[in-house]
Nanobody, 124 residues
Framework: QVQLVESGGGLVQTGGSLRLACAAS????????MGWFRQAPGTEREFVAA????????YYVDSVKGRFTISRDNAKNTLYLQMNSLKPEDTAVYSC?????????????????WGQGTQVTVSS
């Protein structure tokens, strides 16, 4: 089992940047493929980015390619999401998720553990 805690959300103007972090504790962090998802009010949870257990493979939803970067530091048990050139449509609660050793996925239902989420608000 792994526990996940996100941080780094906040209010930023259009074009600004934020760096989200997801601290993991419990079972060995490097055993998990990780993902970031987001959910805006009245919408379904949306895949944002995923990274393999080694960090060697990354995946993004088209709307954030070139603006967001997912990374991980297995020595620090931490997952990151660097968000640049933020837009109002990026406003949502961002959650990290862990999937035990079965490869990366874009499907929320295929993740085993979730953090509580952190709010990101981009003002126009």
């Amino acid at each position: 089992q792994v526990q996940l805690v996100e941080s780094g959300g906040g209010l930023v103007q259009t074009g600004g940047s934020l760096r989200l972090a997801c601290a993991a504790s419990g079972r060995t962090f490097s055993s998990y493929d990780m993902g970031w998802f987001r959910q805006a009010p009245g919408t379904e949870r949306e895949f944002v980015a995923a990274i393999s257990w080694s960090g060697g493979s990354t995946y993004y939803v088209d709307s954030v390619k070139g603006r967001f970067t997912i990374s991980r530091d297995n020595a620090k048990n931490t997952l990151y999401l660097q968000m640049n050139s933020l837009k109002p449509e990026d406003t949502a609660v961002y959650s990290c998720a862990a999937r035990y050793y079965r490869g990366s996925s874009r499907r929320a239902g295929e993740y085993d553990y979730w953090g509580q989420g952190t709010q990101v608000t981009v003002s126009s």
